[in-house]
């Protein structure tokens, strides 16, 4: 008995197309994997430079002197530390502080490092905050 024009796919043309998904897939996942380890770096700088800049205007709206020390993978703002998850920090000097009217004790460069991508976080003398990569 013919049933006329019979649509569909063949089972060897799904197993492949599942194939080539597949291989495609291989091929995708390790880049995927890299790009998203190196956003992470970018995302724990931006968090740096955001908490330096909330540090900053807390010292300014509550007239006190805020600290800000370093490690070789965290760093502490006003007692409150933060730990990086993938990242090392290059700070020089190691520790400052934001006084009062918004000026920290010392300029400073904080570099953030990981998967084969750095972040600079620039502090000035004027209270500036900038970041570059």
């Not at 197993?15 to 998203?36: D, K, R, S, T, Y």
Request: charged fraction near 15%; glycine fraction near 8%.
């Amino acid at each position: 008995m013919h049933c006329g024009n019979a649509r569909g796919f063949s089972l060897l043309e799904v197993i492949i197309v599942i194939a080539l998904f597949a291989i495609l897939g291989a091929v995708a996942l390790p880049n995927l994997l890299e790009m998203g380890r190196k956003d992470q770096v970018k995302t724990e700088a931006r968090l740096l430079k955001d908490q330096l800049a909330n540090a900053r205007a807390t010292a300014i709206e509550n007239n006190k002197t805020i600290p800000v020390v370093f490690a070789a993978n965290s760093y502490t703002i006003d007692g409150r530390q933060t730990t990086l998850k993938s990242t090392t920090i290059n700070p020089v000097p190691a520790n400052f502080s934001w006084n009062s009217r918004g000026y920290p004790s010392v300029a400073s460069s904080i570099s953030i490092a990981g998967e084969g991508s750095t972040f600079t976080i620039t502090v000035s003398l004027a209270g500036g905050i900038d970041i570059s990569r």
